[in-house]
C-alpha cells in the first residue's frame, strides 16, 4: 500500500469529516471526529489491509498519518 | 482439555492429588472433539471456559474474525455438548458450567462479537438446562468480571490501558481465576443440586455501577 492509498483508507474510517480533509500531513487526533472507536477502526483497517497491527499507544505516539503510516511500514 | 500443552501441563503441575489428566485438543476441531469425547470415561461434570477476543468496530467486522470467534466462544462448546450427550457421557445428575461474561449486558465499544457469543452462551446454556433436567443434569453459567489471564498477551488487548480502565472500575479490585474456580466448584457439587439454568455474575462489584 502506497502512502496515498493509505490516507485514502484512513480517511474511509471516518463518516463526517470531508476525505478532502485528510492530507499525509494531517494531525489526526486534532479532527473533531478523532476517538476511540475511529481509533479501533484504523486497527482494523491496518490489520485487513495490511495485515500488520498496531496499538492505541501507536496511534498516540504519532502525530499525522504519515507518521503513521511509516511505522506501520517498520512492522 | 485445550489447545495448549505446555499451559496444561502448568496447570497440572498445580493441581493436588492424583488421577488428573490432561488431553490436547482443539475445541473447534470436530476431529478432536470426536477423538477426546472417544476416550472420555462418564464424567459427572464440565467447565466449559474456552475464549476469545476480536476487538473490532461493527463496520469492520470480517467473515473470518466472525467464524474465528463464534467457533472459539460457542460453537465448541455446543459441539462438545452435543458430542457427550450423545454418547452418554454424563453420569445422572452431572453438572455442565458455562463461563460467558459480563459483557453479554455490560457492552463495550469495539466488542460486539465478544459479547454476541457470551450472549449465546448464557442462552444456550439455559435451553440445554431444561433439556437435560430430565436426566437429573444442571447446566449453569458464571459470567466473570475482568479476571486477568492470558488473553491480555494475545495482543488484542492494549494491556496497561485495558489494566487502568478496568481496576478504577472494580470495587473489590480484580478477581483471579481462584475466585471464578470457586464458583464452579460450587456449581460442580451437590451443593447447588437445586440451581440450573442459572447465571452467576461474579465480578467484584463491576456491574454495581
Known sequence: MTLDEFVKAFAAEFDDTPEETFKADTRYKELDEWGSLIALSIISMVDDEMDKRVTGADLRNCSTIEELFNLVESK | ?209
Open chain 2, 1 to 209: 482439555m485445550a489447545r495448549n500443552e505446555e499451559r496444561l501441563n502448568e496447570t497440572l503441575s498445580k493441581m493436588e492429588g492424583e488421577g488428573h489428566v490432561i488431553h490436547k485438543a482443539d475445541l473447534c476441531s470436530s476431529e478432536d472433539l470426536n477423538i477426546l469425547v472417544e476416550s472420555l470415561p462418564v464424567i459427572d461434570g464440565v467447565v466449559l471456559c474456552a475464549g476469545i477476543i476480536k476487538t473490532m468496530p461493527v463496520k469492520n467486522i470480517t467473515e473470518d474474525a466472525m467464524t474465528e470467534i463464534f467457533n472459539a466462544n460457542i460453537l465448541g462448546d455446543i459441539k462438545i455438548c452435543s458430542r457427550l450427550l450423545k454418547k452418554k457421557k454424563f453420569s445422572h445428575g452431572g453438572s455442565v458450567v458455562f463461563i460467558s461474561s459480563v459483557s453479554t449486558f455490560n457492552v463495550k465499544v469495539g466488542n460486539s462479537l465478544y459479547s454476541a457469543t457470551k450472549g449465546a452462551v448464557n442462552s444456550f446454556a439455559k435451553a440445554m438446562a431444561l433439556e437435560v433436567s430430565k436426566q437429573n443434569m444442571r447446566v449453569n453459567c458464571i459470567q466473570p468480571g475482568f479476571v486477568p489471564s492470558s488473553i491480555l498477551s494475545s495482543g488484542a488487548i492494549e494491556e496497561d490501558e485495558f489494566l487502568k480502565f478496568y481496576a478504577e472500575r472494580h470495587p473489590l479490585g480484580f478477581g483471579n481465576p481462584s475466585d471464578i474456580a470457586n464458583g464452579c466448584i460450587y456449581l460442580l457439587s451437590d451443593a447447588s443440586r437445586w440451581v440450573t439454568g442459572s447465571i452467576f455474575t461474579i465480578d467484584g462489584g463491576y456491574t454495581l455501577q
